[in-house]
């Protein structure tokens, strides 16, 4: 029998701790799990974004990808094609759905994505928060490229790409805001850079500042960089969603870490 991988046993860790909206007892926290994290229904105005997963997924071009993150899973090629890259790098529709609704709910004025790939969650991103702008990170110049295609597709006005490693442009983009009032850190999956960025975002955060971590269960390393992040002496509260931990630092907020199936 083949040994489980890692987030297949940390899912299933997950599923034996995780409990509902029962389990809940801050108001906060519990109104966010009933009006957001419950919601099934598909968001409206997405079908063009999915229309272009669609595309991506049958994209035969083949391009040179310079990873500066954790890798992927599935290949270390550099040359790589479209549609494979859509395959094991886009966010599956539920999780876009799932981070739009986040971003709706908060309705922030200046997001910031660490990540781009192929521009799908950036766009889910937008749309949520169609007054705000969208600061994205792609560190792959030929993904970037046809990112900024669905860009141009979606004729969506409020994303600003920015082209390069996450460690050049992050206070780039953080020195053009005024505040950072919803980071959603994904593309680099090792603990040393996680923990890097988030204190670099601490700097422009606020009270009300929301941040959403991608596959906090996606290796032991990462586990590790969600648990200092939970120790964090500015962190107030943490939700664990298995794919997703969204942290907060809202200082009226009791000390407390949740686990929650969704």
């Known amino acids: 029998m083949a040994l489980l991988s890692h987030p297949a046993r940390a899912y299933l860790r997950h599923l034996r701790k995780a409990g509902n909206r029962h389990d809940v007892h801050s108001p906060f926290v519990f109104k966010l799990v009933v009006d957001v994290l419950r919601k099934r229904t598909p968001l409206e105005g997405h079908a063009e974004t999915e229309r272009l997963r669609s595309a991506l997924l049958r994209d035969l071009r083949t391009i040179t990808v310079t990873d500066l993150g954790a890798g992927s899973r599935s ?3 550099s040359e790589r094609r479209v549609r494979d890259i859509a395959r094991t790098a ?3 529709r539920r999780q876009a759905e799932q981070l739009a609704r986040i ?14 790939s192929l521009g799908i969650t950036t766009l889910y991103l937008a749309r949520s928060v169609p007054e705000a702008r969208v600061h994205t990170i792609e560190g792959c110049p030929a993904i970037a490229t046809i990112a900024q295609e669905n860009f141009n597709t979606r004729k969506t006005g409020n994303i600003i790409p920015y082209v390069g490693s996450f460690s050049d442009q992050l206070p780039l983009v953080l020195d053009s ?4 009032d919803l980071a959603f850190l994904d593309g680099h999956h090792a603990a040393a850079p996680t923990l890097d960025y988030f204190e670099r975002c601490l700097v422009k ?4 500042t929301v941040f959403v971590l991608d596959d906090i269960h996606w290796s ?3 586990e590790r960089a969600w648990a200092a992040i939970k120790a964090h002496p500015r962190v107030t509260v943490t939700i664990d969603l ?15 870490d949740f686990v929650l199936r969704y």
Not at 177 to 180: F, G, T, V
């Open 242 to 256: 298995y794919h997703f931990g969204i942290v907060f630092i809202r200082k009226e907020q009791q000390r407390e």
């Open 205 to 208: 955060a606020h009270n009300d």
């Open 90 to 92: 886009l966010k599956p």
């Open 75 to 77: 290949t270390n090629h």
């Open 220 to 222: 032991e390393d990462m």
């Open 177 to 180: 805001m005024d505040s950072l």
């Open 103 to 116: 971003t709706h709910y908060f309705n922030p004025r200046n997001v910031l994505e660490l990540g781009t």
